[in-house]
């Protein structure tokens, strides 16, 4: 796959093994600007582990990410963490709120670790809450709301701190039909509206419904696929 | 109560515990690991009541001292026998010349045959040292052959250097010159010693300090993976099963790690009682026989074990909702109370209290009022600090990441966090409050021995006979030896010591050239051939009685006077004023330079010799008893120290360090576990806290100030319980009260070493736990 020019984030050729497990086998991945992309396959197809190199989570063994113009590889860890921490955004499938701290915390918690004041992190994370509908439950603690609610309150962590591309892996997976909907329309029109790009994993049609280009991976290889409308 | 349904539910849970995969093994296994080792100490606790007493036996049955005035005669069955202990380096030697004066000689416990003379049998500990290299100093000591080995009766521990090597013509020194006829080994009338109230006390209040930390440690064992378990209990709540019994199922699993937790520590005590039969601790070690558990305490462990693991799976879940959909949420817990908390404190005093003043004047105490009180106050502890941690906690302000993370997640699960630290505050109060006590009644049971190190470091005894110039000439070149003060002494009567009546008026003889006795008097010249007598010692009367030119006085020496061992008082004898000798005493009689001494008076003086050394040479004190040996192996040579411990009291204390080392280890051992099991629990949490570029090291800090918040808690609480049990028990000796805050510290921060190594060591795990390995779900 050719990149496309402007891209924000390109990938070529990864290849990552676990054990004899080949989870990423040439994998080829790029997304501009503003794009909702959804990389779409069964399970085991190596498309979490390719949204991880794409972030920076995990290192491929061999091929080359580059984001902004900047390969990640050369980046040692404590530069790939600044960038998570300023540029991207994530939202996982259980959405991995902090237990202990309130929802309106767990939303500030990307701005306070870039040194922001609490007050002032708090305040941005409520507006965010706002956005996504969850500003009622700001005192609360991810164990004393549904699902649902602690997806979008996910999805407000990770638009917090305005990030250039937010990865999703699974973001509606734990949840049902008309919440995951409702979680999806509110990601991707808050990514819009921020011009934030998103990098969507998941097996669900409907979910990747919300993308402007879908990938396909397969055995660790992936493939652009036109959108059938 | 349904029985059967109670069974059936415990019965499921076991299962479970097994057929739960490698997750439910790994749990079983920490469980049992946990349980195993409170369950090796506790039962090594059971048996140690067992091993003093073989051990006091086995010092009984070879007691080879007579019990009667008179002498027995020589016989078919007599034995003459003679003390020559020595020390190795820091090691003690306990050695015996002996020699059978017909067929029919007692034999000692574990000796089989007489060695020879040139022979000696030796413990097996003995036989290794001396093969070994480095032994070479001790071996010059005893030049005999080893002939055989001391069986384990006749030993009071495994790593105890005893040898018995054959001697002749012992009974040359017979009459209180070291040697004495036995007809039988032991004694014959064994007298338990009345134990003093105070040591009791000490013992008393050990036992409970050690023995409760160990419970509250099988107690947090039996929780080990507790939460990844009820999670996965909720899958019962699914198929139908109501809150109590999925709570009786979750024990039920629990009591199955018991279980595996009392065959692991049988295990581990039988290890461990193999492995005590080659180690020695504080100069102390036992037989692997010695160590077996009372039956009846045995017994009471394995039920009470398994019982308390139901009990406290079941207390633990009181606020722990199981919902079928396998979400569990830690129901908002109740607020602590505190009333209820404060009750055990404050029993425990009102069950000490009317015991104040009764352990000093007539021992009269209560035993049970006492431990039920100390327990109390303890049990106090572990109320309390659940409650203190959740009051301070919910007021602790937010500051950075890592100290938010750290006071959120105490906000929410407290409990947890006291319950970790729980231990290590019971053990710390009870050690500070028995600092507090040894501190106290320290006095009382450690002695000045008057020796002034400055004068001298080593005493050697040289029986009558050594020359005497020559004498001190050896111990002078000896290597390390920077002084020598050699003084002969002897005992001058008024009439023969073999009189009938013997001496109505004795004097002391002190023989020494002028540098030596200028050790003893204050001189105002001297040379040799000067005599003195001595003025101003506090116990003589009969000197300036017997101080008459001409007057003839007898000198004691074994055997019985002689005539040649009378002295003549003659005429220019000086007197001057005593002053303290080394061992601080002032000395009275008559002082003689060496040359003032009749030759045939030489041979009957006994030699004390005092010396300096430079302990910066290598084996110094060693070189000396090789020197004393050669001068004459009766020789006996003493360490000085300055003062001397009453030796239970030194067992006691000696008890108590290892104790509390021991349990210090369960403990960090307890907390490390908790600790991984914690973090193996938020695994995909803290990989998706570093994903979105979480620092480690704001994670590593949470995790510090995590057990750092608690335990300080923790620590000042034990503090303060410590310190108020302390007070009680000093009050309870009539002892004055008084704080030993260097002890009082030291305690603390060895509670809080022991928290910061268990961070380090959960550190390498936590970095691990943080890679991105944690997001993977397929």
């Not at chain 2, 709540?237 to 019994?245: A, P, Y």
């Not at chain 2, 327990?375 to 990441?401: D, I, N, Q, Y």
């Not at chain 2, 002494?489 to 008024?494: F, N």
Request: hydrophobic share 45%; glycine share 10%; proline share 5%.
């Amino acid at each position: 796959m050719n990149a496309p020019g402007g891209s924000l984030l390109v990938a070529e050729d990864l290849k990552k093994a676990y054990g004899p497990t080949m989870a990423l086998d040439g994998a080829a991945f790029s997304i501009h600007p503003g794009e909702v992309v959804a990389v779409m396959g069964p399970s085991g197809s190596g498309k979490s582990t390719l949204l991880h190199c794409l972030a920076g989570i995990v290192t491929p063994d061999s091929g080359s990410i580059r984001y902004d113009g900047q390969e990640l590889a050369t980046m040692n860890d404590a530069r790939r963490s600044l960038l998570r921490r300023t540029e991207f955004g994530f939202v996982f499938q259980f959405g991995q709120l902090v237990p202990e701290l309130t929802c309106v915390e767990n939303v500030a918690l990307p701005l306070r670790l870039n040194g922001t004041s609490r007050k002032q992190a708090e305040r941005t994370a409520l507006g965010w809450m706002e956005r996504l509908e969850v500003d009622d439950l700001a005192k609360k603690r991810p164990g004393e709301v549904s699902g649902g609610q602690g997806q979008r309150v996910a999805v407000a962590r990770s638009l917090v701190t305005s990030p250039r591309l937010i990865f999703a892996d699974e973001p509606t997976g734990a949840l049902d039909s008309l919440n995951g909907e409702r979680v999806m329309e509110l990601l991707t029109e808050a990514a819009r509206s921020a011009n934030a790009a998103v990098v969507l994993v998941t097996h669900e049609a409907r979910v990747a419904a919300y993308s402007d280009r879908e990938i396909v991976v397969r055995d660790g290889k992936s493939r652009d696929m036109e959108r059938v409308v | 109560m349904n029985v059967r349904q109670w069974s059936r539910d415990l019965g499921l849970g076991v299962r479970f515990a097994f057929t739960g995969g490698r997750e439910g093994w790994i749990r079983a296994v920490l469980t049992a690991v946990g349980v195993g080792l409170g369950v090796a100490v506790l039962l090594l606790t059971t048996a140690i009541p067992n091993a003093l007493a073989v051990r006091h036996e086995r010092e009984e049955a070879r007691l080879d001292y007579s019990f009667s005035a008179e002498v027995p005669r020589k016989a078919d069955d007599t034995l003459l026998i003679v003390e020559t202990d020595t020390t190795f380096r820091d090691k003690d030697v306990r050695g015996r010349l002996v020699e059978p004066e017909g067929p029919d000689a007692p034999r000692p416990p574990g000796v089989d045959v007489y060695p020879a003379q040139g022979e000696m049998v030796v413990s097996p500990a003995l036989k290794r040292l001396l093969a070994s290299g480095g032994s070479a100093l001790l071996r010059e000591r005893l030049p005999y052959r080893i002939v055989g080995t001391i069986g384990e009766s006749g030993l009071i521990g495994s790593q105890e250097l005893a040898y018995y090597a054959g001697g002749s013509g012992l009974a040359a020194y017979l009459d209180g010159d070291g040697a004495t006829r036995l007809t039988a080994f032991g004694n014959p009338k064994p007298t338990h010693e009345a134990t003093d109230p105070v040591l009791v006390l000490l013992i008393l209040v050990m036992i409970v300090v050690l023995l409760m930390p160990v419970a509250v440690f099988i107690a947090a064992a039996v929780r080990f993976g507790g939460e990844r378990r009820d999670r996965r209990l909720a899958a019962l709540r699914l198929i139908g099963s109501d809150g109590r019994m999925t709570r009786r199922v979750a024990a039920g699993e629990a009591m199955a790690g018991a279980l595996l937790g009392l065959v692991a520590g049988t295990g581990f005590f039988l290890i461990g009682r193999q492995v005590a039969g080659s180690v020695e601790v504080l100069g102390m070690s036992a037989w692997p026989s010695y160590l077996n558990p009372s039956p009846l305490l045995a017994a009471l462990v394995a039920l009470a074990v398994p019982a308390a693991a139901v009990l406290v799976t079941l207390f633990a879940l009181r606020g722990v909702v199981i919902e079928p959909l396998g979400v569990v949420r830690t129901a908002r817990p109740a607020r602590r109370r505190l009333w209820w908390r404060l009750l055990l404190p404050v029993g425990g005093l009102a069950m000490l209290y009317p015991m104040i003043g009764q352990g000093r004047t007539n021992g009269d105490f209560n035993q049970y009022l006492v431990t039920g009180g100390v327990l109390l106050l303890l049990v106090g502890v572990t109320a309390l600090l659940p409650w203190l941690v959740e009051t301070v906690v919910a007021r602790l302000g937010s500051g950075g990441v890592a100290w938010q993370l750290a006071v959120r997640r105490l906000q929410l699960s407290s409990g947890t966090a006291a319950r970790m630290v729980n231990g290590i505050a019971v053990a710390v109060a009870g050690a500070i409050a028995l600092q507090m006590l040894f501190a106290g009644v320290d006095g009382d049971y450690t002695e000045s021995t008057g020796q002034d190190l400055r004068r001298a470091q080593l005493q050697v005894t040289v029986p009558e006979g050594a020359p005497l110039d020559a004498t001190a000439e050896k111990f002078a070149d000896t290597k390390g030896v920077t002084k020598v003060t050699a003084l002969w002494e002897g005992y001058l009567g008024d009439a023969s010591w073999e009189s009938e009546n013997g001496p109505t008026r004795t004097s002391e003889l002190t023989v020494g050239d002028c540098a030596a006795l200028r050790e003893v008097a204050k001189l105002p010249s001297c040379k040799d051939g000067d005599m003195f007598v001595l003025d101003g010692s506090d116990y003589d009367g009969d000197t300036p009685v017997l101080n008459k030119p001409g007057t003839k006085l007898y000198l004691e020496e074994p055997g019985g006077s002689r005539d040649e061992s009378v002295w003549t008082i003659p005429a220019g004898v000086r007197e001057v004023p005593s002053a303290k000798d080394p061992r601080n005493l002032k000395r009275g009689g008559f002082a003689l330079t060496t040359g003032a001494l009749p030759k045939s008076l030489a041979a009957s003086v006994r030699g004390e010799v005092y010396l300096s050394v430079d302990q910066s040479v290598p084996d110094a004190d060693d070189h000396v008893r090789n020197t004393a040996f050669h001068v004459d192996p009766m020789a006996s040579l003493m360490t000085w120290s300055a003062t001397k411990q009453d030796r239970k009291y030194a067992s006691i204390r000696s008890g108590l360090l290892i104790g509390s080392a021991c349990v210090l280890l369960l403990i960090g051992a307890s907390l490390l576990v908790s600790q991984l099991e914690q973090l193996r629990d938020r695994r995909k949490l803290l990989s998706s806290l570093v994903a979105f570029g979480t620092r480690r090291r704001t994670l590593g800090l949470s995790v510090l100030w995590q057990t750092a918040i608690p335990i300080a808690l923790g620590l000042l609480l034990a503090m303060a319980v410590g310190l108020t049990l302390g007070a009680i028990l000093l009050r309870m000796t009539d002892t004055a009260i008084r704080v030993d805050w260097p002890s009082v510290l030291a305690m603390t921060g060895f509670g809080a070493a022991v928290v910061v190594l268990v961070t380090l060591l959960s550190l390498p795990p936590l970095i691990r736990l943080m890679r991105p390995d944690g997001l993977r779900t397929e």
